[in-house]
């Protein structure tokens, strides 16, 4: 967010004001706060110009830790927007899949920021508790201490400390056994899309694992699958149909997204979809395909993410 977006001013040389500088400077981290606990690019960009707008009425003289404050009040809004997304996803039309981010090459280098960003671990967190969910954000992804969380999530540190054991082990059983190295994810997904791109169906059957999952988001606005596709025949089965029902040019074409490899979906040189996987032992138990175009407008331009 640049000055004027901020709504800060300047002093007569030009420089932003000290309050103006701690919200620029941390901005890329507020945005990964809020996005790790909501799951949607657009909703956490409105919870960064909420937290502005009390930050702007702050003392900044009274404040001893501007990142531990910022963070505390974009918890907080985070938290009530998350109760907004999730009566909208009740009425959601197949299933939610978060905003795919376009991220810079270097956030894989920071394998727990990465993997925390992963659509995979998105999805994991959604089976949390709002609360939990925001424990489990800001003590293992940000390792604010349990006195901090305390203050942004309204309870006590006590209390935190046992949600925060709650919601790790609720983690530990649903994300991927062993972590999955850059390399790897992408040489899985250069053979699904090669696969794709030449129709070999077989190959596609030999790379999915035998309890593979897909889920589909086209939010209502594009063709998807309106359940998880569940296991290798109906994977395959529904890919051959898209490619079947398509005359257009169809190009997968790698990126950055989330921190991890990706795909990006184009027919006729036309962003379509973007493709997320999950792999395990070499083969792929997830496939996340997002082509709701209300979701694919932060895969044009990267986004600074950041702890």
Same mark, same amino acid.
């Given at each position: =967010?640049?000055?004027?977006?901020?709504?800060?001013? &300047?002093?007569?040389?030009?420089?932003? #004001?000290?309050?103006?500088?701690?919200?620029?400077? $941390?901005?890329?981290?507020?945005?990964?706060?809020?996005?790790?606990?909501?799951?949607?690019?657009?909703?956490?960009?409105?919870?960064?110009?909420?937290?502005?707008?009390?930050?702007?009425?702050?003392?900044?003289?009274?404040?001893?830790?501007?990142?531990?404050?910022?963070?505390?009040?974009?918890?907080?809004?985070?938290?009530?927007?998350?109760?907004?997304?999730?009566?909208?996803?009740?009425?959601?039309?197949?299933?939610?899949?978060?905003?795919?981010?376009?991220?810079?090459?270097?956030?894989?280098?920071?394998?727990?920021?990465?993997?925390?960003?992963? =659509?995979? =671990?998105?999805?994991?967190?959604?089976?949390?508790?709002?609360?939990?969910?925001?424990?489990? %954000?800001?003590?293992? +992804?940000?390792?604010?201490? $349990?006195?901090?969380?305390?203050?942004?999530?309204?309870?006590?540190?006590?209390?935190?400390?046992?949600?925060? $054991?709650?919601?790790?082990? $609720?983690?530990?059983?649903?994300?991927?056994?062993?972590?999955?190295?850059?390399?790897?994810?992408?040489? +899985?997904?250069?053979?699904?899309?090669? &696969? %794709?791109?030449?129709? #070999?169906?077989?190959?596609?059957?030999?790379?999915?694992?035998?309890?593979?999952?897909?889920?589909?988001?086209?939010?209502?606005?594009?063709?998807?699958?309106?359940?998880?596709?569940?296991?290798?025949?109906?994977?395959?089965?529904?890919?051959?149909? +898209?490619?079947?029902?398509?005359?257009?040019?169809?190009?997968?074409?790698?990126?950055?997204?989330?921190?991890?490899?990706?795909?990006?979906?184009?027919?006729?040189?036309?962003?379509?979809?973007?493709?997320? %996987?999950?792999?395990?032992?070499?083969?792929?138990?997830? +496939?996340?395909?997002?082509?709701?175009?209300?979701?694919?407008?932060?895969?044009?331009?990267?986004?600074?993410?950041?702890?």
């Amino acid at each position: =967010m640049d000055q004027e977006a901020a709504g800060g001013t &300047a002093d007569g040389g030009g420089r932003a #004001d000290p309050s103006t500088e701690a919200f620029v400077a $941390h901005r890329s981290l507020l945005f990964t706060v809020a996005y790790e606990i909501l799951g949607s690019a657009a909703d956490a960009e409105d919870v960064l110009q909420e937290t502005w707008l009390r930050w702007a009425g702050v003392d900044f003289a009274e404040v001893r830790e501007p990142r531990a404050y910022l963070i505390r009040i974009t918890t907080r809004q985070a938290l009530t927007r998350l109760r907004t997304l999730a009566r909208r996803k009740e009425s959601y039309v197949g299933p939610w899949l978060p905003e795919p981010l376009l991220t810079a090459p270097d956030v894989a280098e920071d394998a727990e920021l990465a993997e925390s960003l992963s =659509m995979a =671990m998105l999805l994991v967190l959604e089976t949390l508790p709002p609360t939990e969910r925001a424990v489990f %954000v800001l003590r293992e +992804v940000f390792a604010l201490g $349990h006195e901090e969380i305390a203050e942004a999530v309204g309870k006590s540190p006590v209390a935190v400390r046992q949600i925060a $054991h709650r919601a790790r082990a $609720h983690v530990a059983a649903r994300r991927p056994r062993a972590a999955v190295s850059p390399a790897e994810t992408r040489a +899985v997904l250069g053979a699904f899309r090669q &696969a %794709v791109e030449t129709g #070999d169906l077989q190959g596609l059957f030999d790379i999915l694992a035998p309890d593979v999952v897909a889920l589909t988001d086209g939010g209502g606005l594009r063709q998807a699958a309106l359940r998880p596709l569940v296991g290798p025949d109906k994977v395959v089965r529904w890919l051959a149909g +898209v490619l079947r029902r398509t005359d257009e040019e169809v190009s997968l074409e790698p990126a950055q997204i989330n921190g991890c490899p990706a795909l990006l979906v184009r027919l006729d040189g036309q962003l379509d979809s973007v493709v997320a %996987v999950r792999i395990e032992d070499g083969r792929v138990t997830g +496939v996340y395909a997002v082509r709701n175009p209300d979701k694919l407008s932060r895969v044009a331009r990267e986004t600074p993410v950041g702890r």
